[in-house]
């Protein structure tokens, strides 16, 4: 009976021992987390969601605060850019001065002004403008000196179409040196630009009309 309550005792002041050293280490522990949540290792952490929203609530009032003339923006005016309903801008338009010449010289040149269509052609050829209808402008200026007969100043033109000119003039151009030739005289001359055209050309409607004047 004696020695059940001393084992009884020794329980007892085990399981007080025991329950003591828990509580030391549950105190221990919320110490530290406690510390740890307070303390912010050097390099590891940002600044808090506090400090955040207040460096952006500075921000934005500064912005606030800043007017169109400070930020100095350009003003530009519609009449300066005209813009189309759809938002692009107005295409320049083309300057027809050039077509409208080319245009008159052929009107000339049906007239029978040929001297009123060389000038027109020739002022497209010194300008240069447009590009395009250079060549046929040198074309017509042979036309125009073929046409009032003076067949030596045509011949250069001529064979400029036949080099350089619009290919659609080209048989017409070898025809027109053929008859050239022919008109002064140059036999041989006629008969040569007689077989480049039918070289170049075989089925041209221009052949027989050369051959009826005698050309080979």
Known sequence: MKM??????LLLLSSLVLL??????????R???????????PGTAGPSAQQVMSR???VLSKVSAMSAEQIDIPKVSGEDYPRTPWGSSYIPKPDLTA????ETGLANFNSGEYDKALGAFSQIVVSGRPAELVPNSYYWMGECYYAMQRYADALPYFEYTTKEGPTFKREGAFYKLSRCNYSM?????AGMWYER???DYPKSSYGPKLRKLGIR
């Open 185 to 189: 005289g140059n036999t041989q001359a």
């Open 56 to 58: 952006a609530d500075t």
């Open 4 to 9: 059940t309550k001393i084992f009884l005792a």
């Open 99 to 102: 077509y409208t010449t080319f």
């Open 31 to 41: 110490n530290t987390a406690k510390n740890r949540s307070t303390q912010t290792a």
């Open 197 to 199: 055209l039918m070289t």
């Open 20 to 29: 003591d050293s828990c509580r030391s280490r549950a105190t221990k522990n």
